[in-house]
Each structure stands twice: as structure tokens, then as C-alpha cells.
Nanobody, 123 residues
Framework: QVQLVESGGGLVQAGGSLRLSCAAS????????MGWFRQAPGKEREFVAA???????VFADSVKGQFTISRDNAKTTMYLQMNSLKPEDTAVYYC?????????????????WGQGTQVTVSS
């Protein structure tokens, strides 16, 4: 079984920054991709960013140039650097992992999920 634990969420003023972390533990994979999703109150879960085993990245249009995603395979940890935060970025942020090389934008492609971390951006 795989456990994913997110950290780094919190309350920040608009224009501020936060760095989310997602630490994976448990089963060992030969290769895996990871992604970030978010869910705001009353809305469906939406894709934010993903990173492949090789380090290729993909972002939602809404966060391009604002967020960066990275990973440290030695630590089995993924990061999401969020800059210039806006109130509309307020959501619970979830990390996800899939047993495979490519990071997809669909949540259906992911096998494991974290519990989520709240990010609140005040205006």
C-alpha cells in the first residue's frame, strides 16, 4: 500500500507564496508519476500540475507561469511552489501518484491519493 502525505498548506494573503510537499511511502515502484489536484467548495476536483518519472511537467492553463512542480526521487517527494497566489486559488490541494511514467491530467489515471491540505488565500 502507498501512503501520500501532503504538507505546507495554510493561510496566505493574495500575492503571497506557499510551497506544498507530498511525501510518498510504502510500496516501491520502478517508476511513477505524480500530480496535484485541487477542489474548491462546491466545485469538482480539478487538475493543477503533473510531473512524469523523467521530470516532464504539465500545468493547467490557470496556473501556468504561477506554479512550478518538482520532485526528488531520492526522497520520494513532490513539491508545488505556488507564487502570486490569488483568492481563486483557495482550495484543498491533493497529491496523487500513479504507477507509470507519464503524468496525466485526468484524476482517473491516478492510483493513490493523499488526504489533502487546505490552502486559503485572503484578499
Amino acid at each position: 500500500q502507498v501512503q501520500l502525505v501532503e504538507s505546507g498548506g495554510g493561510l496566505v494573503q493574495a500575492g503571497g507564496s506557499l510551497r506544498l510537499s507530498c511525501a510518498a511511502s510504502g510500496r516501491t515502484f520502478n517508476s511513477y508519476a505524480m500530480g496535484w489536484f485541487r477542489q474548491a467548495p462546491g466545485k469538482e476536483r480539478e487538475f493543477v500540475a503533473a510531473i512524469s518519472w523523467g521530470g516532464s511537467t504539465v500545468f493547467a492553463d490557470s496556473v501556468k507561469g504561477q506554479f512550478t512542480i518538482s520532485r526528488d526521487n531520492a526522497k520520494t517527494t513532490m513539491y508545488l511552489q505556488m507564487n502570486s497566489l490569488k483568492p481563486e486559488d483557495t482550495a484543498v490541494y491533493y497529491c496523487a501518484l500513479r504507477d507509470g511514467v507519464v503524468g496525466y491530467t485526468s484524476p482517473l489515471r491516478y492510483d493513490y491519493w493523499g488526504q489533502g491540505t487546505q490552502v486559503t488565500v485572503s484578499s
